[in-house]
């Protein structure tokens, strides 16, 4: 059984560097077919896909945090990370990394495996 | 502001039905599979439907969903408590070029 779980910083400061890291168990990160990838969920909102990285390194992110979000994968340590420059108070969140499945972006099968969320504020 | 519109809140009955709907436009219901999702707050997020109709294994036939045109729908029969959750519907959108979600719907079965 594939498990997601997310490591990172609680709480961080304005305009610091978010980094997150989301360790896979039970599945090869290299397997191919699936595209592993960070989604947040902002207090009181609905879900927000931050990006995605496949086991090859190749990454797409959602338009709106372009230029401040990179991701890379580490298939030796199965394992994928998510960095956020220039943090915001906007952008406390609970953050979940999850396994998309589908052949993007002709065919979106779904979000079939999910991290527990880690919960992430930036206050000063 | 969500991509995709969904009712904030639906409650119903324990044994009722209830319909949550997911509106969006030609560029990502009307495009592409839509998939819904069930999360209790502070839990993993659990995969619903696939490809707008489709059950993963162990999830029970109670839950269904369909589309048509740019605007889908999950039903769920025979309500428990246990199905007290936020229900989120989500797809890819082809013109932003992102996997777009609703504004999800926080079920309260009374």
Do not use: S
């Given at each position: 059984q594939v498990q997601l779980q997310e490591s990172g910083p609680g709480l961080m400061k304005p305009s610091q560097t978010l980094s997150l890291t989301c360790t896979v168990s039970g599945?090869?990160?290299?397997?191919?077919?699936?595209y592993w990838s960070w989604i947040r969920q902002l207090p009181g909102k609905g879900l927000e896909w931050i990006g995605y990285i496949y086991y090859s390194g190749s990454a797409h992110y959602n338009p709106s945090l372009q230029g401040r979000v990179s991701t890379s994968v580490d298939t030796s340590g199965n394992r994928f990370s998510l960095k956020l420059n220039s943090?915001?108070?906007?952008?406390t969140a609970v953050y979940f990394c999850a396994r998309v499945r589908g052949v993007l972006p002709y065919y979106f099968y779904g979000v079939d495996v999910w991290g527990q969320g880690a919960t992430v504020t930036v206050s000063s | 502001q969500s991509v995709l519109t969904q009712p904030p809140s639906m409650s119903a009955a324990p044994g009722q039905k209830v319909t949550i709907s997911c509106s969006g436009s030609s560029s990502n219901i009307g495009k592409n599979s839509v998939s819904w999702y069930q999360h209790v707050p502070g839990t993993a997020p659990k995969l619903?439907?696939?490809?707008?109709?489709k059950r993963p294994s162990?999830?029970?036939?109670r839950f269904s969903g369909s589309k048509s045109g740019t605007s889908a729908t999950l039903d769920i029969t025979?309500?428990?408590?246990?199905?007290e959750a936020d229900y989120h519907c989500g797809t890819w959108d082809t013109s932003l070029s992102a996997v777009v979600f609703g504004g999800g719907t926080k079920l309260t079965v009374l």
């Open positions: 599945e090869a990160i290299n397997g191919g077919g699936y943090v915001t108070a906007a952008d | 619903l439907i696939y490809d707008n109709h162990g999830i029970p036939d025979g309500l428990q408590t246990g199905d």
